[in-house]
């Protein structure tokens, strides 16, 4: 999930950062960078939350009527 990478990036975080702010190891973080694993629903909501953005961004899902 190359997203997740980008919008971290986008925000200065490190793996590291994102990791402590949400709970989710180190090790998870790194293989949904790399794709190894995709994250379950909860932890992507993690994510998205710090990450500032919606969970349907990070999974490269493209929504035409996102009002929500």
Do not use: W
């Not at 590291?16 to 932890?43: F, N, V, W």
Request: net charge positive; hydrophobic share 30%.
């Amino acid at each position: 999930m190359n997203q997740i990478r980008d919008y971290r990036n986008r925000l200065g975080l490190t793996q590291k950062q994102l990791s402590e702010k949400t709970g989710i190891s180190l090790a998870s973080i790194s293989s949904y960078e790399r794709e190894l694993r995709r994250p379950k629903i909860d932890k992507l909501i993690k994510i998205s939350k710090i990450l500032k953005t919606k969970p349907t961004y990070l999974t490269g899902m493209k929504v035409f009527n996102d009002e929500a």
